[in-house]
């Protein structure tokens, strides 16, 4: 079936292109998102992405969003796509007085669909950004709307051979990439960055903690410095659209792929492909 006929957007369910200029997610970021992969009309992921954004909804105070419209609505957005990514935005809607919200919020939902990057290897040079991150507790691990710290660090690449950049809190812990998150690998330790009081809980951290703890090896979640990723035998990056991302070099000091590293990346690879 030709694209045109499937909408690629929409909008409290609507194949419209327009939201209110009133919304509250366009004010205060006052909302949630997830960036989905899907393959055909499945989401691999789909449910570790639905129990984050039901984890969001209970912080922000915001109604509990309908899983099963979100699924129908997706799959309608995916639809004649072979892999694509679903972008959900989820927002506190109109109403209430500027910072107060509304007692009875009535979300606003965005669903869009565009093609996936593919799952191929990407050789990654990463450095770190200068742009902190807020320490914030209160919106630590939240993949909610207010990502300017995340476009200021992007545009320190700009014109760069840096693919991603590594941002660390006002206090100088490292913490995540500008959108992915990060493992660090010693001799014998795996380390990812804590979140407790910054960063993006990924789907996909979990999954590969899961996947390393499953085969035995256990992942400490520490408080990481520069120079623990400098001293780092590898590194990688991790989101749930591109899978598993080595890092190949960091700053100018290339660094190795171990074995572990590729196994984790083709499992990964093949949980994303539907398999
Ligand atoms: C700032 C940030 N951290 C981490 C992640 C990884 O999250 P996920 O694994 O859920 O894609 C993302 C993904 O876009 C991100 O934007």
């Avoid at 699924?71 to 990514?85: K, P």
């Avoid at 507790?137 to 690449?157: I, N, S, T, Y």
Wanted: neutral net charge; contains cysteine; charged residues 25%.
């Amino acid at each position: 079936m030709a694209a045109a006929n499937h909408p690629r957007v929409l909008v409290d369910g609507k194949a419209v292109e327009v939201m209110p200029v009133s919304d509250r997610g366009l004010h205060y970021a006052d909302g949630l998102f997830e960036t989905i992969r899907m393959c055909g009309d499945k989401a691999p992921l789909w449910s570790r992405h639905m129990a984050r954004l039901d984890r969001g909804a209970v912080r922000l105070g915001l109604p509990a969003p309908d899983l099963e419209l979100l699924a129908h609505e997706c799959t309608r957005v995916s639809a004649g796509r072979s892999t694509s990514v679903c972008k959900i935005i989820y927002t506190r809607g109109s109403g209430g007085r500027a910072y107060v919200a509304p007692d009875n919020p009535r979300p606003l939902r965005v669903v869009m669909s565009r093609e996936a990057p593919p799952l191929a290897r990407i050789e990654l040079a990463v450095t770190f950004c200068r742009t902190p991150l807020a320490i914030s507790p209160a919106l630590a691990g939240l993949k909610h709307c207010g990502r300017l710290e995340q476009v200021l660090a992007r545009r320190e690449l700009a014109g760069s051979d840096f693919g991603e950049g590594l941002m660390c809190d006002a206090a100088g812990r490292v913490i995540e990439a500008t959108s992915a998150n990060l493992f660090v690998l010693h001799d014998d330790i795996i380390s990812t960055p804590d979140l407790a009081k910054a960063g993006v809980a990924g789907v996909m951290r979990e999954l590969v903690m899961e996947i390393l703890a499953d085969q035995g090896c256990q992942v400490s979640e520490s408080t990481l410095e520069k120079h623990d990723c400098r001293q780092a035998r590898a590194l990688f990056l991790c989101n749930a659209v591109r899978g598993i991302m080595p890092v190949t070099r960091l700053e100018s000091k290339d660094l190795e792929v171990p074995q572990l590293v590729e196994k984790l990346s083709c499992k990964v690879e093949t949980i994303l492909s539907g398999g």
